[in-house]
């Protein structure tokens, strides 16, 4: 039985990688209901609307909880929007225009033949159907940068630190570099020529941006690992069988590894 988006019964990058802590995690990513936004991924949503061009869907609510009556009606009647508190309101413009007047980053958002925010769906990895953000009316997501002239494509993320070391290690536990290969087989699959990922990682202080490009070597890693987990996505599909980290117990016994001091 085929595990997919509920929404367009594709597999998309947010559910796939799940699959880098246990097919356990990618079946509940895909069939629980999901929970609401944390104020991180509001402020990096309102980011992205402000910057690529639609600051009309960043409302403000009023209130100073979310929850209760008010709560209830307004997100309701905002229900196409990303709603922020006051403090992520001015985080995400802060953030937002941080990025529009940085000296790297500025340039790539104004190349000419770019496509922002564009979903797209696709079929790779042996007949995987895929999919980049929600197509439809009330689509969301997907591409932030394509330019196939540039044979480049773009993701802007909203971050606590961009200083560049730091940055590459939180990278690579986010996962980033394995969406930016996901991206860069599902753009070819489909005939767009793009070869080349770059992250524009803000600091959500309002103090740095930096761009990161991803080599090749870090591509080719991250292809090597979106392979075992669709491998492994195929394999619980066809047994019906979802473990979580491990299948028999772990023993503790690496005292160093684990940071236990004992007294002499």
Not at 46 to 70: H, M, Q, S
Request: hydrophobic letters at 40%; charged letters at 25%.
């Amino acid at each position: 039985m085929k595990i997919r988006n509920p929404h367009d019964g594709r597999c998309h990058f947010s559910e796939i990688k799940e699959m880098a802590n246990s097919p356990a995690h990618y079946y509940s990513t895909c069939t629980e209901p999901r929970r609401d936004a944390t104020g991180p991924m509001t402020i990096g949503s309102a980011v992205d609307r402000i910057v690529f061009g639609t600051p009309e869907k960043v409302v403000l609510y009023p209130g100073k909880v979310r929850n209760g009556g008010e709560w209830d009606a307004f997100r309701k009647a905002h229900a196409d929007k990303v709603i922020c508190i006051r403090s992520e309101w001015d985080t995400a413009h802060a953030t937002a225009e941080l990025v529009l007047r940085d000296p790297v980053a500025g340039p790539l958002l104004r190349l000419a033949g770019n496509d922002f925010q564009r979903t797209l769906q696709w079929e790779t990895y042996g007949g995987l159907e895929c999919a980049a953000g929600l197509a439809g009316a009330d689509g969301r997501g997907g591409f932030d940068i394509i330019n196939e002239r540039e044979s480049l494509i773009v993701d802007l993320k909203a971050s606590g630190d961009a200083e560049p070391d730091g940055l590459m290690r939180h990278a690579r536990r986010m996962l980033w570099h394995a969406q930016g290969r996901w991206y860069l087989d599902g753009a070819q699959a489909v005939g767009i020529d793009c070869t080349r990922f770059k992250l524009i990682v803000a600091e959500t202080s309002g103090i740095a941006v930096t761009v990161l490009t991803l080599g090749p070597r870090v591509l080719e890693a991250a292809a090597r690992s979106i392979s075992h987990w669709v491998e492994r996505l195929k394999g619980c599909e066809a047994s019906g069988h979802w473990p979580g980290y491990q299948q028999s117990e772990v023993e503790w016994d690496d005292v160093e590894a684990a940071g236990l001091v004992f007294p002499e």
